[in-house]
């Protein structure tokens, strides 16, 4: 079922709006990436040897092996699920010129309660409805 104009207008609006307030967010929500696959079969692999190890430890009544393979299997699960930290964010801006500038900081935007903000982006709404 398509969506009438009023809905299209009304997403494409939420949709400016998250990306002016998060553009970060935005960026993650949109971007699609290639797939990990090889943390995903390193991870299993790893799980797979760490539940070998815990199983054996637990046989010979060993439990430094079991330990040992308990922690080999958290970590290999954790690794394969984790995502790899990229930079923090745009190191600067480019101008229309095509020259950098140093990123701007949101030091003021930081200041305001995350309800406040809520508020004041409802009442904007309120405000452009009528």
Do not use: H
Not at 55 to 74: I, K, N, P, R, T
Not at 111 to 128: I, L, V
């Amino acid at each position: 079922m398509p969506l009438s104009e009023y809905e299209q207008r009304v997403l494409e609006q939420m949709e400016r709006q998250l990306t002016s307030d998060d553009p970060r967010l935005a960026n993650t929500l949109t971007s699609r990436g290639r797939k990990p696959v090889l943390r995903y079969v390193l991870g299993g692999i790893g799980a797979v040897v760490g539940l070998l190890l815990l199983v054996v430890g637990a046989a010979a009544s060993e439990v430094w092996l079991g330990v040992l393979g308990f922690v080999v299997m958290f970590a290999s699960v954790a690794i394969a699920f984790t995502r790899p930290r990229r930079g923090g964010g745009p190191v600067g801006v480019v101008r229309a010129d095509g020259s950098t500038a140093p990123r701007p900081s949101s030091a003021p935007k930081a200041k305001k309660g995350f309800m406040s903000r809520m508020e004041d982006r409802w009442d904007k709404r309120r405000d452009q409805g009528r």
